[in-house]
């Protein structure tokens, strides 16, 4: 017996069953009133399906959720949760489409949607009273819209603010504890400052290399400690960004061998997915069938259509 023999992979009732204990732990909930008093099962109709005695609606539990309007069976969806929260560093669109034998375009848009249940929208501030949070930027890939000559008055995208013409991604992660990255148009020290300002609890001690991105915001709170790294220093007793470089080297390895193609307008995804595994990783004590289970909680109130609704 493996993980993958579970009856919620091949049966379609058992994956019904399955997403309804994590998405309705106490009880059917009707998607259109809000009602959890009364219902009527109709599963002999249809799998999973029943009617509100309230406001006389069908749904089922896929209705305002991800799996909303899709045509693809719930215990193939299940599939695709596992592969993606059980592979570190993602699993492609093509190989989803040739292990559950769906069009790449049905993978494709699978994935973009499981991401966006990954994503947390967390806003509680990272740290506190001493707890270490490090900060750094990194970039990746070129912008799909970068001017071929600098005009007039242009400030020049040099030293002190990345490669020019890359995607900037900021990132916070907590030691110990969680991360959280960001897509910025360009890592100034007023985005970048921002950033760090409005996610970390000022109590919190800073941790960041010497970028200047980070001298100003870095006084706010109880202290800011800074590594050199062009100096060759990487760490200085408790000082050092080793812990944010490790989640920028799975994320890069991921884009690079398993995405190699990402559009910039869905790049905030991506990070979403990479910022969930980590947050969800063995050893804060989350297994492969756990995090599986986290993602799938996330499904709920979140939808992604191919087009924005009229």
């Not at 596992?82 to 570190?88: E, G, I, P, Q, T």
């Not at 959280?180 to 960041?208: M, S, W």
């Not at 944010?244 to 994320?251: A, D, N, Q, R």
């Not at 995405?259 to 050893?283: P, T």
């Amino acid at each position: 017996m493996s993980v993958l023999s579970q009856p919620y992979f091949h049966d379609e009732a058992a994956a019904f069953a399955h997403v309804e204990k994590i998405l309705w732990p106490a009880g059917p909930v009707c998607p259109h009133c809000g009602n959890m008093e009364k219902h009527y099962d109709l599963t002999k109709t249809r799998i999973g399906l029943r009617k509100c005695a309230s406001c006389r609606k069908q749904f089922t539990v896929r209705v305002g959720t991800i799996f909303e309007s899709s045509h693809v069976e719930l215990h193939k969806w299940l599939q695709a949760v596992h592969l993606m929260v059980a592979s570190k560093k993602g699993i492609s669109a093509h190989q989803l489409h040739r292990v559950l034998e769906v069009t790449y375009k049905t993978a494709w848009f699978m994935a973009h949607r499981l991401r966006e249940a990954m994503r947390s929208g967390d806003l509680a501030p990272m740290g506190g009273n001493g707890m270490v949070v490090e900060a750094d930027e990194t970039y990746f890939g070129k912008t799909e819209e970068q001017p071929t000559v600098r005009t007039s008055g242009e400030p020049f995208k040099g030293k002190g603010k990345g490669p020019a013409g890359k995607r900037a991604v900021v990132g916070l992660v907590e030691r110990g504890g969680n991360v959280r990255t960001f897509h910025v148009d360009k890592a100034t020290k007023v985005q970048v400052g921002q950033i760090v300002a409005e996610n970390v609890n000022k109590e919190t001690v800073l941790n960041t290399d010497e970028s200047r991105l980070y001298t100003e915001v870095g006084t706010t709170f109880a202290r800011h400690d800074r590594v050199r790294h062009t100096a060759g220093e990487y760490v200085r007793g408790e000082a050092y960004t080793n812990t944010i470089e490790g989640v920028f080297s799975i994320f890069k390895r991921g884009m690079k061998g398993v995405y190699q193609h990402c559009s910039e307008k869905h790049l905030h995804r991506y990070l979403a997915e990479f910022d969930f595994r980590y947050n969800n990783r063995v050893a804060l004590g989350v297994n492969d069938t756990a995090r599986a289970g986290n993602a799938l909680a996330g499904a709920k109130g979140k939808r992604l259509t191919y087009r924005p609704a009229c």
